[in-house]
């Protein structure tokens, strides 16, 4: 073959081609040791190195890669451990309360003490008379109330997270000096057996003062974990409540 042919084979390649060949024969440079030893790459530092060289600083950083996402994803499973850990202790805590007023305090301390949040609120929609104390996270407001206060963060099933509006804000952690600045939502939804329906109950929210630490794209697992449990426990309970609630005297009738 003439180099004047030689050239004319060369220039009927492209590239992709070329890559396209070293893809379907990656043992090609297998006895190739002097065109490996001839091929440069320019590098970062400006100094050509070999292929070889190249293939080796590659590995390294595919290597570096690969260690770091493991340290990652370490990391990630350590956290959602003790997620984990804490969901359990408030769960346990929930199933043994033995009112209402013990259920919001195990949320309230949980919340703010576990997982160092903020603030804590747990609204029960009701037109009845719950006896309660009034303190912590628990708070009792009537369904319209609820519905026009909230809106359409009460349309989903799932976790809303964001910063909401000041007065959606005020309106789940009332009486607040250092207001909340962001707000996980969860809607708590008791299923009904006899309807097969599920019946809105309440909201279930945590807060914090910082600005866009709650954001759509952090996951609510264990908040829907909390959140089930909550709507599983609140209905049987909420009705005792009701139920105790002080009834008026009748009037004495006039002699």
Do not use: W
Request: charged letters at 25%; glycine letters at 6%.
């Amino acid at each position: 073959m003439t180099d004047q042919t030689a050239r004319q084979k060369a220039a009927d390649l492209d590239p992709e081609s070329v890559a396209e060949y070293l893809r379907q024969n990656p043992d090609f440079f297998v006895d190739q040791d002097e065109l490996l030893r001839s091929l440069t790459l320019p590098h970062d530092s400006g100094k050509a190195i070999s292929l070889v060289e190249r293939q080796v600083h590659l590995f390294r950083e595919q290597r570096d890669t690969l260690r770091q996402e493991l340290v990652d994803l370490v990391s990630i499973a350590r956290h959602n451990d003790r997620l984990f850990e804490k969901s359990k202790r408030l769960l346990m805590q929930i199933i043994e309360a033995r009112n209402l007023n013990d259920m919001a305090a195990a949320v309230d301390d949980s919340i703010r003490g576990d997982f160092g949040l903020d603030a804590a609120s747990v609204i029960l929609f009701t037109d009845q008379k719950v006896s309660t104390n009034g303190q912590g996270a628990l708070h009792v407001v009537s369904p319209d109330q609820a519905r026009e206060r909230l809106g359409g963060l009460l349309e989903g099933e799932r976790a809303v997270c964001g910063q909401f509006r000041e007065s959606e804000r005020s309106f789940l952690f009332p009486d607040r000096e250092e207001p909340i600045a962001s707000v996980a939502l969860v809607p708590l939804r008791a299923y009904e057996p006899a309807a097969g329906t599920e019946d809105l109950v309440g909201v279930f929210a945590v807060g914090s003062c910082q600005t866009g630490y709650f954001d759509q794209s952090m996951g609510s697992l264990f908040l829907t974990y909390i959140s089930d449990t909550l709507s599983r426990l609140l209905p049987p309970i909420l009705q005792r409540h009701a139920s105790a609630a002080p009834v008026a005297e009748p009037l004495a009738e006039s002699r």
